[in-house]
């Protein structure tokens, strides 16, 4: 079992509920100020997304982070370098698209993650099925590869992500793109088929905007994950003060 | 040899030609290419279906199309041309083919609903079409810059009952196009089928797409055959994702003709790009050094894209095929070539191979050769754009 999962399977096992906010790397001049505030504010981990040109799963407000980011010119290797230069005290998560690994080639990618202080990373467009090379390489490094399951995911195939899955479950709360929802989707529900076939932790992401909609999801996962509602205010000016206290409502 | 064996036949389940092609989809769409890689295979293996198809094609598409001897421009050039003349097809080009095979999928599988990408706006007008014929409702997203200078073409899309969605993200073109309709795929997979133009995608969108060009293919290759020519030298098709291409070269892979697909030189992912994965595949991509993907440019909207289907990306890694480049200049002498010798003004897409057979003539196409050439479509769409350009000139 790798770092991640000892960690996060440890707060599970006392009780605790996971705050897990999402913010893109180098959207603004002081994105790493904000991470830290995060953690100040009580994150159990941070999830850093790695910009990319074409991001699938991600609604309007995350394209125009990852374009603000690619925009201030930053590259994969400049943001890891810059996560390494901080010890930000908490499980870093990246989040980002297979290419940007592909590109830089497994190894190397692997390599790099780790020099950052990374212990985990979300691929939303690797599935299962093409993960095999990478899971290998990252598993050997000490890097959790974490899988999502989605509403339409079938049982069978649910139990065969469950076989597979390292750090915790991502489950998404609904078929959509990230970005601000005013319910809470189908979360309970995928949180239940997935708990059927795995004792990991089980965190809702995708839509998951108010410190309302977190306690919710507290009452039947193990976590949550706020991104676009962060990333919004974060483009809008918001300062690390404000994150902090911002980021605050969303800890149990 | 087992890979010459394989070339253009069944990717297998997890749709691989070679080390390209695949499924990189989020795993909310997994089910979905599931359902549709059973549905597909479950209908090709259908005569019904199959007869179905053919003739809808028949009557509806205009099919078969012919193919027309060159005379003109072979005794210029010194090598046999001839022309299979999708351009004849309904709506002006191959992109019909496709779509009539996947919106009788779409029913099939009791689907009421298409959404479809487009760049220029000829696959969202056969899209819509073909969805107005069966009642299917449709969706098309288009880059914001293309519903601008395709403004005609978007008016064409409504008045066959379509919606047109401009799409404002990234560089607002056909890439973005397909993101958008990917993400919007996602929020209603139930009800909807996301028909997509090109032998790309997840599988098994690359083999499907390929599946129902191969008419082209076929068709021309019993064509020659009656006709006495048997076996050209060369096949040459354009190349954007891929499908005309692949259509054509699907009913002479077995054979000895030489395969050629001509990329526009500033989209060439053959040539200039390396591998990636993109829209739920692996193939070559045009990408930066940091791997973010780059902007394909060219005259014709059609092979503004910065990919290529992962079939072909394996026919160049196993030299079955041979892709190359050809830029907007020798494109436009191509297409005003071909209108005044043969009476035939072709898209803009279809141009780039002609350019390629009239620049390699004597070159790499020995003189006296044979040369099926694939039309793929009509330059009506086009007229404006080449006026404008050739006027601003004078
Ligand atoms: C006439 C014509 N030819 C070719 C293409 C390129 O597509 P493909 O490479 O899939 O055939 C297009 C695309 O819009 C087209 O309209």
Not at chain 2, 210 to 238: M, N
Not at chain 2, 298 to 311: F, K, N, R, T, V
Request: glycine share 12%; proline share 5%; net charge negative.
């Amino acid at each position: 079992m790798n770092s991640l999962e000892t960690s996060l399977r440890t707060r599970r096992d006392r009780g605790d509920k996971s705050f897990v906010p999402y913010l893109m790397a180098g959207m603004v001049p002081d994105w790493l100020d904000h991470i830290d505030a995060l953690v100040a504010a009580g994150a159990t981990a941070v999830e850093v997304g790695i910009p990319f040109s074409d991001p699938i799963l991600d609604g309007v407000v995350i394209q125009r982070a990852s374009l603000a980011s690619l925009s201030a010119g930053n590259t994969p290797e400049g943001i890891l370098a810059e996560l390494g230069r901080r010890s930000v005290g908490v499980p870093l998560v990246v989040m980002t698209y297979f290419n940007i690994i592909h590109h830089l080639g497994l190894e190397r990618s692997a390599h790099l993650l780790c020099a950052g202080g990374v212990s985990g990373v979300i691929l939303p467009d690797l599935t299962l099925e093409e993960a095999g090379p990478w899971r290998n390489v990252a598993h050997g490094s000490g890097l959790d590869t974490v899988l999502l399951v989605a509403p339409s995911s079938p049982e069978p195939r649910i139990e065969k992500i469950a076989a597979h899955a390292e750090g915790f479950v991502y489950a998404a709360s609904r078929m959509a793109v990230t970005g601000r929802a005013d319910d809470d989707g189908h979360a309970a529900a995928v949180v239940e088929r997935v708990r059927r076939y795995s004792d990991l932790p089980v965190f809702v992401g995708i839509g998951v905007s108010t410190p309302q909609q977190a306690r919710e999801a507290y009452e039947f996962a193990d976590g949550a994950i706020v991104g676009s509602a962060l990333v919004e205010r974060v483009l809008g000016g918001m300062t690390p003060t404000q994150t902090e206290q911002f980021a605050r409502d969303f800890v149990l | 040899m087992t890979q010459t064996v394989r070339v253009m036949k069944d990717p297998g389940d997890d749709g691989r030609f070679g080390e390209f092609g695949g499924r990189f989809v989020p795993e909310a769409l997994i089910p979905a290419c599931e359902e549709l890689d059973v549905a597909f295979r479950d209908a090709w293996a259908d005569p019904i279906f199959r007869e179905e198809f053919h003739h809808v094609l028949r009557e509806f598409g205009g099919r078969p199309t012919p193919v027309t001897y060159l005379a003109r421009l072979s005794e210029q050039i010194g090598v046999h041309v001839y022309a299979k003349r999708e351009d004849l097809a309904h709506t002006g080009s191959h992109k019909i083919n496709n779509v009539v095979g996947q919106t009788l999928l779409t029913r099939r599988m009791g689907k009421t609903r298409v959404i479809a990408e487009t760049g220029a706006g000829q696959h969202g007008v056969a899209t819509a079409t073909a969805a107005a014929r069966l009642g299917l409702e449709c969706t098309v997203y288009m880059g914001e810059l293309d519903t601008q200078r395709q403004s005609l073409n978007v008016f064409r899309m409504e008045l066959l009952g379509a919606r047109v969605v401009p799409v404002t993200s990234g560089s607002r073109t056909l890439k973005d196009a397909v993101n958008e309709a990917m993400r919007e795929w996602v929020t209603c997979v139930d009800d909807t089928h996301y028909c997509l133009g090109s032998v790309m995608g997840p599988h098994p969108f690359p083999w499907m797409v390929r599946e129902f060009q191969s008419i082209i293919g076929h068709e021309a290759a019993q064509q020659l055959h009656d006709r006495g020519v048997g076996t050209p030298d060369f096949v040459v098709a354009c190349v954007g994702g891929g499908s005309n291409a692949a259509g054509i070269f699907a009913g002479f892979a077995d054979s000895s003709a030489r395969l050629v697909g001509v990329e526009a030189a500033g989209g060439a992912a053959i040539a200039g790009g390396q591998p990636g994965v993109l829209h739920g595949m692996r193939s070559m991509l045009l990408q930066s050094e940091s791997g973010q993907i780059e902007e394909a440019e060219s005259i014709s909207a059609g092979l503004d894209y910065p990919g290529i289907g992962p079939e072909h990306a394996h026919l160049a890694s196993i030299g079955r095929a041979t892709y190359v480049g050809v830029g907007d200049e020798p494109v436009l002498e191509a297409l005003q070539l071909l209108s005044r010798l043969e009476g035939l003004i072709p898209a803009l897409e279809s141009a780039h191979a002609v350019a390629w057979i009239t620049r390699e003539a004597g070159r790499d196409i020995p003189l006296g050769s044979t040369v099926l050439l694939n039309l793929s479509g009509r330059g009506d769409k086009d007229v404006a754009q080449v006026r404008e350009i050739l006027r601003g000139r004078e």
